[in-house]
T-cell receptor, first 113, second 113 residues
Framework: DSGVTQTPKHLITATGQRVTLRCSPR?????VYWYQQSLDQGLQFLIQ???????AKGNILERFSAQQFPDLHSELNLSSLELGDSALYFC????????????FGPGTRLTVT | GNSVTQMEGPVTLSEEAFLTINCTYT??????LFWYVQYPGEGLQLLLK?????DKGSNKGFEATYRKETTSFHLEKGSVQVSDSAVYFC????????????FGQGTILTVHP
């Protein structure tokens, strides 16, 4: 158990809908990272927050947004969902902001039908 | 930009065989290198890491040495077990990819009794 929690574990929704994925980092970790894992794209970095501020951005679509709250949990919002958004979404956390030694949650499997 | 290339898989071995999974990278600056493992239905777990040239990371019988001259970080284990069956990801962080992990495509390892 990495100490990173993600909810829900599974999510099934229809095209055009909006969903919110939640992540709680390990105790003491200030950085939260979001990754998308799909069969065709592999593991792709989406976005990083450090202590409430956006720190780094990767291949995140404009339909997707994230935030980190004062209690350090983070939410990833996915809107206008398309079939191609079906993937595993992982959250990771680390103490600092450098990206070193990230601990991953169990993931949320999103299926868009 | 930074990139990681892993050997093509899948890899199938018999128990107690020697394992090598090749990993090479392209990066500017001085990245840190990692191997992560993903067991079926689970998130990624940090297996080992190396933060500078010639460092050797090791854990659970697995080893990898950071070779700057060949830009490689090959994963090895002397005697694999059925329980090692998983997907292995090579990754880098730091350098110019501050704040995110860049992953290879993953190598599926299956070990038969």
């Amino acid at each position: 158990d990495s100490g990173v929690t993600q909810t829900p574990k599974h999510l099934i929704t229809a095209t055009g809908q909006r969903v919110t994925l939640r992540c709680s980092p390990r105790s003491g970790d200030l950085s939260v990272y979001w990754y998308q894992q799909s069969l065709d794209q592999g593991l792709q970095f989406l976005i990083q927050y450090y202590n409430g501020e956006e720190r780094a951005k990767g291949n995140i679509l404009e339909r997707f947004s994230a935030q980190q709250f004062p209690d350090l949990h983070s939410e990833l919002n996915l809107s206008s969902l398309e079939l191609g958004d079906s993937a595993l979404y992982f959250c990771a956390s680390s103490v600092g902001s450098s990206g070193l030694e990230q601990y991953f949650g169990p993931g949320t499997r999103l299926t868009v039908t | 930009g930074n990139s990681v290339t892993q050997m093509e898989g899948p890899v199938t071995l018999s128990e107690e065989a020697f394992l090598t999974i090749n990993c090479t990278y392209t990066a500017t600056g001085y990245p840190s290198l990692f191997w992560y493992v993903q067991y079926p239905g689970e998130g990624l777990q940090l297996l080992l890491k190396a933060t500078k040239a010639d460092d050797k990371g090791s854990n659970k019988g697995f080893e990898a040495t950071y070779r700057k001259e060949t830009t490689s970080f090959h994963l090895e284990k002397g005697s694999v077990q059925v329980s090692d069956s998983a997907v292995y990801f090579c990754a880098l962080a730091g350098g110019t990819s501050y704040g995110k992990l860049t992953f290879g495509q993953g190598t599926i390892l299956t070990v038969h009794p």
